[in-house]
């Protein structure tokens, strides 16, 4: 099919009959060339938009896996706490710091020497506070650092400087109570 224009310019002999077919094979080749592009800009978001979605599905994945790894180890914690906790009780009340307040916990003589010479440590288990020996303390410390609320065999002494020096005449006992 010819458009109006070549069949006047045909009429009028200012275009051959050949030059009007070749037009038209050339804007038949265009319109075929240029919906295979448009096909290829379709391939090309789809292709886009299904890497962004694997992206996105990567790092949820990810997420959820961090997720799970973290109540694996608090699992874990809980395990290790219930399993070597040793029973907290007595008339004295051992006070610690947890969170920027005081807390309290009920031990007896030998428990309160226990805890000051670093043998048993206070760890966090939910609301509560337990008492673990050491060797179950360190094991938490590996999965919740953040559990462990006091350990006085664990602290690093403190600097030295020239205050210190002159305190240090004075020596302050790591079992006082309050």
Known sequence: MRNPLQEQLLKAGLAKKSQVAKAVREQQKQRQGK??????????DARRLQAERAERDRQLAAE?????RERELRAQVAQIVDAHQVKAGG????????GGAIRRVYVDVDQRALLARGALV????????ALLPR???ERIRERDPSAIVLDHGGEPAPAADDEDDYYSRFPVPDDLVW
């Open 35 to 44: 919906a295979p592009a448009g096909e290829d800009v379709d391939r090309v």
């Open 135 to 137: 060797a179950a303390a």
């Open 64 to 68: 959820r896996n961090v997720q799970a």
């Open 122 to 129: 206070v760890v966090r288990q939910g609301d509560a506070h």
């Open 91 to 98: 008339e004295i009340a051992y006070a610690f710091e947890d």
